[in-house]
């Protein structure tokens, strides 16, 4: 937000530099990203090229300082035609000394061309010879020296100047014609030199996005005398009784809403020192009323709209008119004052009267009500809505104003009438007429102001600083609460402006920051903690997802991170076309950002294969995973179900091809499940296996079910032919496991019990044996397991065969056996003796034959 520091003066007497008054500004939280000079001067007479990094690496430095004896207050005499060029003229002017021909093309000067002699003188800028001012033919601000040259045949060497050549505006159509007050031969810096601040506005300081708000941060701050306006009102015309009413319809969003009414004005641009406040906080004037209620917002932060009052009359059927606040109807549309036709959502509040939509409430008018060249009264709002739904309603209108943008962050229902009344001064001020008796208040919502207490203790624990209770009270005083002291109690109610501070403990918290702010962040010493340090607690569920995560990227693989929102048709192309769809409901969104993503992902294996649909253009090997939730929606809960799930995904060869050569056959299967091994392995899991599966993704015969325990946790295997096909993955398979993630959490051991290695031998033998073809491996595994006792150390299958040595309808399955005892060396009989039982066990329980 831009605030020229003459405006804040008018509030707020300010002694210091402003280089200083920045810096103390920055400390207090209001961050100033940039100071532009305005004809002001340098410190010390630096120009601006020297400034670099004078106050913070966070502020920059900008504009243009004025030389006294360069550029001063001038006065046109008359002005003349250019002897040879039609879109030139000559004028008399006065600089204070003696009298100067000035070449000029400003259109805003051809109106007085061959008029003579000039009533009274235009008063305009004027810059000497050898004045340093900017480009006004240049896009940027790039300076330039006035020196003497011929144009047109006629000798230059000054100029009155616009606003882009003094920094204060990029308005260059015409030269600055300045107030009947401005003294011919003043130096123009004394006269209007200024100094425009911008400064971040942050959310919890929304109060502060206008002048008087900076003024009094800046009063508390350097202990200057603060002089807020006077909101008294010459009221000079009839009674507003009576002619005019207001209904309100929805409170919550509307809790204010308060009418005035100016008559008899004259519409006419509003008075130079007028614009150039506008202009220097990067508004653009239009006319003097609508430039009051501009102003009236800058000024003390509450957004109005003038109406014209006869327009709504006529709307009323030459009766008085009846303000009314509603929801938009279904359908409903209104002609903005951006000229574009707008489609009203049903929760977008309305100004409306008994004829239609007149405004978006706390965004923008309408056009058909609008202020114009022909208005002569003017019926004046001011109003406090809804902040959230100020968001909603900018958001979904993709509109945003300067009223928006102040509503959107909290009005406090207080500013209404103190905005109307500012404004109604102003009005009369700049466009003449009478202001009508009295004002129209609908307040059916007052807010609660909290009254919050602290103590010097607070400030000791919460701050690290010791301050007595007047001390306290004196700082909140400075920020207009209303403070009572009772011995080492302060007892503080938030006045009337702010909206920001909260009650019990969070209102504690909010007046510590304020008395913070104020003391200053910068006298804060630095201490060690003093309280008892809170118990720490861990997140096991948070490091256990923290230890997959880096297993996996230690086996090889990179995470990725992907959208949560998706669509429907996503989420379908998992499946093949003629599968059965995922007929669960999906979690809709109302206000999605973008038509293709509008309802919360069920599976993340469609995130993921996105990813690697979008990369199998540009590499040809890819291993990745991802952790991340899935909602499912849950009958009759108002919320869904978050479910965390692991992908991981493999496609392309085993082995990047190299000099050395390397295994650069695609991989399979065994690949996924030799990666998901070692990782249950390196997490310490239990008994697992794996069962055939039938999924709509996944391969038929080259996918498989794990199994933890008892519970299943998740289908792994080759994607499906049919959804290969629905991606553009390139010709190698894909790889998948879709994993649920909270139940392999579940299972992760707390502790584990670590055995020292033997220091005996291990026997080492092969047992081949031959089972029906339906008979699974590892019921084969558990027997031997189970039979072998303590001694049996390790079991693993090492081949499988099916051939013409083997009965039809049968299969032989090898395992290397490990036996091994920690206190003593097997001999060969107790090896045999289990063998042998491990053999007759296999024989009973699976019909299992040796095989020879």
Same mark, same amino acid.
């Given at each position: ?251 919550e969003l509307n809790p204010r809403f308060v009418l005035g009414l100016m008559e008899g004005i004259t519409i006419k641009p509003s008075p130079y020192w007028v614009q150039r406040r506008l202009r220097l906080a990067a508004i653009r004037p239009i006319n003097n009323i609508v430039d009051a209620t501009n102003y009236a917002m800058l000024a003390i932060g509450e957004p109005l709209h003038a109406f014209d009052y006869d327009v709504l009359v006529e709307r009323a059927g030459g009766k008085a008119p009846k303000i009314i606040t509603r929801l938009a109807k279904p359908g409903e549309r209104l002609m903005t004052l951006d000229d574009v036709d707008r489609d009203l959502d ?286 499912? #929606?849950?009958?009759? @809960? &108002? ?8 992908? !991981?995904?493999? =496609? $392309?060869? %085993? ?113 081949? #044996?031959?089972?029906? @073809? &339906? ?8 027997? !031997?397991?189970? =039979? $072998?006792? %303590? ?62």
């Amino acid at each position: 937000m831009y605030i020229p520091l003459s405006w804040l003066k008018d509030y707020v007497e300010i002694t210091i530099p402003v280089e200083e008054l920045v810096k103390r500004l920055t400390l207090a939280g209001l961050e100033v990203e940039e100071l532009r000079y305005v004809g002001l001067p340098f410190p010390d007479g630096s120009g601006r090229e020297e400034m670099e990094g004078y106050l913070s690496p966070h502020t920059k430095i900008s504009g243009l300082s004025w030389a006294p004896d360069k550029i001063v207050v001038g006065g046109v005499l008359e002005v003349m035609p250019h002897p040879n060029a039609d879109r030139l003229v000559l004028c008399r002017l006065d600089d204070g000394q003696q009298e100067h021909i000035v070449l000029t093309g400003a259109p805003n000067l051809f109106p007085y061309k061959g008029l003579g002699l000039l009533e009274k003188p235009l008063k305009v800028a004027y810059a000497r010879e050898g004045a340093r001012i900017f480009d006004g033919h240049k896009t940027n601000q790039e300076w330039m020296i006035l020196k003497r040259s011929k144009i047109r045949g006629v000798e230059s060497y000054s100029m009155a100047c616009s606003e882009k050549e003094l920094g204060i505006s990029e308005d260059h159509e015409g030269i600055i014609i300045l107030d009947d007050d401005a003294s011919i031969g003043t130096p123009l810096v004394e006269y209007m030199g200024d100094a425009v601040l911008d400064i971040a506005i942050s959310p919890n300081i929304a109060r502060n996005t206008n002048t008087l708000g900076i003024a009094r941060e800046i009063a508390a701050i350097i202990g200057a005398p603060f002089h807020p306006p006077d909101y008294e009102v010459p009221w000079t015309g009839e009674s507003i009784e009576g002619r005019v009413r207001i209904e309100i319809k929805v409170p919550e969003l509307n809790p204010r809403f308060v009418l005035g009414l100016m008559e008899g004005i004259t519409i006419k641009p509003s008075p130079y020192w007028v614009q150039r406040r506008l202009r220097l906080a990067a508004i653009r004037p239009i006319n003097n009323i609508v430039d009051a209620t501009n102003y009236a917002m800058l000024a003390i932060g509450e957004p109005l709209h003038a109406f014209d009052y006869d327009v709504l009359v006529e709307r009323a059927g030459g009766k008085a008119p009846k303000i009314i606040t509603r929801l938009a109807k279904p359908g409903e549309r209104l002609m903005t004052l951006d000229d574009v036709d707008r489609d009203l959502d049903e929760f977008t509040v309305l100004v409306t009267d008994t004829a239609g939509a007149l405004s978006i409430a706390g965004v923008m008018g309408g056009a058909e009500s609008e202020v114009n060249e022909n208005t002569v009264n003017v019926l004046l709002e001011g109003a406090a809505w809804d902040f959230i739904n100020i968001r909603q309603t900018e958001a979904s209108q993709k509109l945003t104003s300067e009223a928006s943008y102040r509503f959107s962050r909290g009005v406090h229902p207080a500013m209404a009438e103190r905005g109307v009344r500012f404004c109604l001064k102003m009005m009369q001020q700049l466009a003449g007429g009478t202001i009508a008796k009295g004002l129209v208040d609908e307040y059916p919502l007052p807010p609660k102001d909290p009254v919050v207490e602290v103590t010097p203790a607070d400030a000791e624990r919460w701050l690290g600083i010791h301050l007595e209770a007047w001390e306290m009270a004196e700082i909140l005083k400075r920020l207009e609460f209303e403070v009572e002291v009772k011995g080492e109690h302060v007892k503080a109610k938030t006045p009337d402006h702010r909206l920001d501070i909260g009650e019990g403990v969070i209102g504690k918290a909010d007046l510590m920051e304020e008395i913070a702010r104020i003391y200053g962040y910068d006298r804060i010493p630095e201490t060690q903690i003093s309280d008892t340090i809170p118990p720490q607690y861990g997140n096991a569920k948070l490091e256990r997802e923290e230890q997959i995560r880096d297993l996996l990227v230690r086996l090889g693989l990179q995470e990725v991170i992907t959208y949560r929102i998706t669509s429907e048709d996503r989420e379908g192309q998992r499946f093949p076309q003629d599968a059965p769809k995922d007929d669960r409901p999906f979690l809709r969104l109302a206000n999605p950002v973008t038509s293709d993503r509008v309802v919360m992902r069920h599976s993340l294996l469609a995130s993921v294969l996105e990813v690697i649909e979008r990369n199998a253009r540009i590499r040809d090997r890819m291993a990745i995973f991802e952790v991340g939730p899935v909602y499912w #929606v849950s009958e009759g @809960e &108002a919320l869904p179900e978050e479910r965390d799930q692991l992908v !991981i995904a493999l =496609t $392309g060869p %085993r082995e990047h091809a190299t000099w050395l050569g390397a295994d650069t056959s695609p991989m399979d299967f065994y690949d996924l499940k030799g990666l998901l091994e070692v990782l249950l392995d390196q997490l310490k899991m239990g008994e697992r296996y794996y069962l055939p599966v039938e999924h709509p993704s996944f391969h038929p015969g080259k996918s498989a079910r794990l199994i933890l325990g008892e519970s299943p946790v998740g289908v792994l295997g080759e994607l499906h032919p049919l959804v290969h096909e629905r991606y553009e993955f390139g010709e190698n398979p894909v790889l998948a496991a879709e994993l649920d993630l909270h139940s392999i959490l579940e299972r992760i051991p707390e502790a584990v019990t670590m055995l020292p290695v033997a220091s005996y031998p291990p026997v080492l033998e092969d047992l081949a #044996v031959v089972v029906e @073809e &339906a008979v699974a491996a590892k019921d084969v595994e558990d027997i !031997i397991r189970k =039979t $072998g006792g %303590r001694v049996l150390a390790g079991v693993r299958l090492f081949d499988l065969y099916r051939g013409e040595q083997i009965q039809e309808g049968k299969k032989s399955l090898a395992y290397a056996l490990i036996y091994q005892a920690p206190d003593r060396t097997l001999t060969d009989s107790e090896v045999a003796k289990v063998r042998a039982r491990i053999i007759e066990q296999l024989e009973k329980e699976l019909d299992a034959k040796l095989r020879e």
